[in-house]
């Protein structure tokens, strides 16, 4: 099972992007999804889930009212759409998920290769 996270790149002070954190592999169900955030010399910090049927939870004070968490259970994918982007969001984007493959018996939770994300002033 692999995570990708894409969709990172530069952009300007109130601008937005549309990250997504895609799985693949053998995978028979995924629970809880999450994206995170990290930046240099700390811990990744949790911005926001969200669960199988899309209920977002445990969201950061700073992504209420700008970031929108979303997935697409058929595709395996999850989106994080960013907005009104601000310079201290700049950071490398993390997406977490706790997957269930065909032959398991018991969830384990997987980390993706990140994406960066640069706000400019």
């Known amino acids: 099972v692999q995570l990708q996270a894409s969709g990172g790149g530069l952009v300007q002070a109130g601008g937005s992007l549309k990250l997504s954190c895609a799985a693949s592999g053998a995978i028979a169900r995924i629970d809880d999804m999450r994206w995170y955030r990290q930046t240099p010399g700390n811990e990744p910090e949790p911005l926001v889930t969200?669960?199988?049927?899309?209920?977002?939870?445990n969201a950061a004070d700073f992504v209420k009212g700008r970031f929108t968490v979303s997935r697409d259970n058929a595709k395996n994918t999850m989106y994080l759409q960013m907005n009104n982007l601000k310079p201290e969001d700049t950071a490398v984007y993390l997406c977490?998920?706790?997957?269930?493959?065909?032959?398991?018996?018991?969830?384990?939770?997987?980390w993706g290769q990140g994406t960066l994300v640069t706000v400019s002033s």
């Open positions: 977490h998920a706790s997957i269930l493959q065909p032959s398991a018996h018991s969830y384990r939770t997987y």
């Open positions: 969200v669960s199988r049927s899309g209920e977002a939870r």
